[in-house]
């Protein structure tokens, strides 16, 4: 489990951290999202020891990264695939890690297996990698210990299709053996349909946390229809907060039973009608990080 207690990080006057608490639990996958330089990267990188904290703490199962005697074999990390040293070949990267971990050799053959980099591709030099190479090799490098906890950020940039939806089944399955993930992504589909739990942070606090499944489900009701105008003022009359949505529908806080009644009370024929959590994962993330968006600005 990896606990992440008041954590707060200060890079002169600015905050990049504030005061920051959530948990990643055991047999589960976690996604962690935000806007660019919402401090999730800085947050990944204290939990790791790359940056030290200003205040608070992170343990993973109960001890700080840097108390781990051999933190390869407890906890699997990619924060920046391309920072690998792009003079050595992808055989190399991993056999360093073998001899530094003290693992059996076999291993660099397994992961070179796992993540599907062929004989020829590891003899190559990583240089000469493109950025989905070096997403595999990274994934290789971080699970060549057989370690209990994965530390991600963006793992899947740079993956084609069929390399994304590998990468998701090899995450899902990592957790549901026991294994604790914790998984930064801008590919917001693919956080909906890995994670089982979310933690939102925007300008470095916490805006939102739960079960994927009860921060969906607060979404309240989807519905779209050809009068949208008179459905919405039937909608606010009886009460309902009704939000418009760039989609052409509206969003409604209440029930799909009682937003279908009363579309039929005030007979505006219905398009499409359904849970919102079915809009999915970037409706709530664009609502709940509206304010707190700054593109351009680095993690």
């Known amino acids: 489990m990896i606990e992440v207690r008041a954590l707060t990080k200060v890079y002169g006057g600015f905050r990049a951290v504030d005061d920051v608490t959530f948990r990643a639990e055991e047999g589960r996958v976690t996604g962690f999202l935000g806007p660019n330089g919402a401090g999730k990267s800085t947050t990944m990188r204290v939990m790791v020891g790359l940056t030290p904290p200003t205040s608070g703490s992170v343990t993973i199962d109960g001890r700080r990264f840097a108390d781990l005697p051999n933190p390869g074999l407890e906890v ?131 805006v939102a946390q739960g079960t994927k499944a009860a921060l969906l489900a607060a979404a309240g009701t989807l519905v779209r229809a050809h009068a949208l105008d008179d459905l919405a003022g039937a909608l606010a009359a009886a009460g309902l907060a009704v939000t418009a949505l760039g989609s052409g529908a509206l969003r409604v806080d209440a029930e799909t039973e009682q937003v279908g009644a009363l579309a039929h009370a005030a007979g505006v024929p219905l398009l499409e009608l359904r849970a919102a959590d079915g809009a999915g994962l970037e409706e709530m993330f664009l609502e709940l990080t509206a304010e707190t968006a700054r593109e351009g600005v680095a993690a």
Do not use: C, F
């Open 76 to 206: 699997g990390v990619l924060l920046d695939a391309s920072a690998q040293h792009a003079g050595r070949t992808g055989r190399e990267i991993l056999t360093l890690a073998q001899q530094t971990m003290g693992l059996p050799r076999r291993r660099v053959e397994e992961m070179l297996e796992l993540v599907s980099l062929s004989p020829a591709e590891s003899r190559r030099r990583v240089k000469d990698y493109s950025l989905g190479m070096r997403q595999r090799l990274g994934i290789a490098t971080a699970l060549i210990g057989d370690p209990q906890v994965l530390v991600l950020d963006e793992p899947a940039n740079g993956l084609d299709p069929a390399g994304i939806r590998w990468m998701r089944d090899l995450l899902r399955g990592y957790a549901d053996r026991g294994g604790t993930v914790l998984l930064s992504s801008h590919l917001l589909h693919e956080i909906e349909v890995v994670a089982d739990d979310l933690v939102v942070i925007g300008q470095g606090r916490i």
